[in-house]
T-cell receptor, first 115, second 113 residues
Framework: DAGVIQSPRHEVTEMGQEVTLRCKPISGHNSLFWYRQTMMRGLELLIY????????DSGMPEDRFSAKMPNASFSTLKIQPSEPRDSAVYFCASSYRRELNTEAFFGQGTRLTVV | AQSVAQPEDQVNVAEGNPLTVKCTYS??????LFWYVQYPNRGLQFLLK??????LVKGSYGFEAEFNKSQTSFHLKKPSALVSDSALYFCASPTSGTYKYIFGTGTRLKVLA
């Protein structure tokens, strides 16, 4: 398997524009996570899906952020409108969750810069 | 509140010397503890995990970690460091009863040639 695939790897956009980040999880995995990484706040869990259903979105910073998982092989994280403070690296991770001790596999991330 | 702490922002070690990256935890119940490594411009990679049983856990790339319940620690170790081990290391644990990981703040390991 190619692992978790994220696109784009880099995104530069102007404030106010809509940004869509994409993720293809590992085939067969039933859980998907979106994380944000910044120097100031470290790794933050934004949202967690299990079997394509959002289970916990308490980490989504505000209504400008939305995430979808229309099927088991694809998820999107959308920011509309984007703001400079959204600049960060966004990671998608997937796992096959049966127990709490299952590790997650991370994509290479999307580096978002909002100017 | 449950937490995972990495007390050192950075650890420097000479190549060939043993290395230790520290992690302490405060979680309820039996802890599940993980170590991940992040190389520059890459995502996190799983190194090893403690579930139950043997307190010494062996993982990828020659790393191991020692679970110490009395000290609530899960330190990452390697007998002989390589320059290629230089990276950012994260300790993590799922919050009780959920699949939501708590990540430590990360420790940057620099192995000097």
């Amino acid at each position: 398997d190619a692992g978790v695939i994220q696109s784009p790897r880099h995104e530069v956009t102007e404030m106010g524009q809509e940004v869509t980040l994409r993720c293809k999880p590992i085939s067969g995995h039933n859980s998907l996570f979106w994380y944000r990484q910044t120097m100031m706040r470290g790794l933050e869990l934004l949202i967690y899906f299990n079997n394509n259903v959002p289970i916990d979105d308490s980490g989504m910073p505000e209504d400008r952020f939305s995430a979808k998982m229309p099927n088991a092989s694809f998820s999107t994280l959308k920011i509309q409108p984007s703001e400079p403070r959204d600049s960060a690296v966004y990671f998608c991770a997937s796992s096959y969750r049966r127990e709490l001790n299952t590790e997650a596999f991370f994509g290479q991330g999307t580096r978002l810069t909002v100017v | 509140a449950q937490s995972v702490a990495q007390p050192e922002d950075q650890v420097n070690v000479a190549e060939g010397n043993p290395l230790t990256v520290k992690c302490t935890y405060s979680v309820s119940g039996n802890p599940y503890l993980f170590w991940y490594v992040q190389y520059p411009n890459r995502g996190l990679q799983f190194l090893l995990k403690y579930i139950t049983g043997d307190n010494l856990v062996k993982g990828s790339y020659g790393f191991e970690a020692e679970f110490n319940k009395s000290q609530t620690s899960f330190h990452l170790k390697k007998p002989s460091a390589l320059v290629s081990d230089s990276a950012l290391y994260f300790c993590a644990s799922p919050t009780s009863g959920t699949y939501k990981y708590i990540f430590g703040t990360g420790t940057r390991l620099k192995v000097l040639a």
